[in-house]
């Protein structure tokens, strides 16, 4: 079965549409959510009605918990918390439920789902190079762990002989007896320098994964977020895609 792994969507409506015609076309019939499905974009409650009714398996991202209260949002920078503070007002009640009722980690046979890092999945800290991941390696229960967070795609694999390698892009064939972190980029906040939607695709059959990147109507997703009354920022960060 192919999975379709999605991570920091951030209320960008018209990024995750593009990225569900592209996994329909791509056959995916498992959904998986890495978190942040809100804070920064302009439509949070029709992702998350989306999420919540067709992602098979996800988790919260530091963004979902911060807009219910649940994490602390005091050291974000101000366009992120001008953005959480009006994601607060705007979500439904029924979405604050789906919020508050996420965890931080999921567990699937072999393959571990978090946002952040799988030792400390509430500190949300970033893992962004191949040192960044060492201390997760050493504590990983499963062998491939699917993470969010930093809006980068990266591959971190530790072989046999313990030695750790890191690669951002390819078909990546998960091999018996090494381990994997994998980073599966933002559908909604690309910021690697690429504006177009980073979603990953994972064969359980063939033990393939490759991340896809997906165009999608930026201008609409900018025009919302000036419309919302949201820091200009956010719209234009998306163009640039960092
Ligand atoms: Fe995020």
Redesign the pocket.
């Known amino acids: 079965m192919i999975w379709a792994i999605l991570s ?1 969507v ?1 209320g960008n409506l018209e990024a995750l549409q593009a990225v569900v015609e592209d996994w329909q076309r791509e056959g995916a019939q498992r959904v998986v959510f890495l978190g ?1 499905a809100v ?1 920064y974009g302009a439509n949070p409650n029709e992702c998350l009605s989306f999420l919540d009714e067709r992602a098979d398996l996800r988790v919260a ?3 979902d918990y911060g807009a219910v209260g649940l994490t602390d949002v005091s050291y974000f920078n101000p366009p992120a918390r001008a953005a959480i503070e009006w994601t607060t007002k705007t979500l439904s009640e029924e979405n604050r439920s789906f919020l508050r009722h996420l965890t931080l980690v999921q567990q699937t046979g072999e393959i571990t789902l978090v946002h952040a890092t799988p030792h400390q999945p509430a500190e949300w800290n970033y893992i962004l190079t191949v040192d960044d991941a060492e201390e997760s390696f050493l504590e990983m229960r499963g062998r491939v762990v699917f993470i ?2 930093s ?1 980068r795609p990266l591959i971190v694999a530790r072989g046999k002989d313990g030695r750790l390698r890191s690669w951002d892009q390819g078909e990546t064939l998960i091999e018996e007896g090494v381990q994997y972190i994998i980073n599966s980029g ?1 559908v909604g ?1 690309p910021r690697d320098h690429n504006s177009m939607a980073a979603y990953g695709l994972y064969d359980d059959d063939s033990k393939r994964y490759r991340l896809k990147r997906v165009a999608y109507d930026i201008r609409t997703a900018q025009e919302k977020i000036i419309r919302a009354g949201l820091p200009p920022f956010l719209a234009r960060r998306l163009y640039y895609g960092q």
Request: no cysteine; proline share 0%; hydrophobic share 0%.
């Open positions: 920091d951030h942040d804070g991202g530091n963004h969010g967070h809006h933002s906040q």
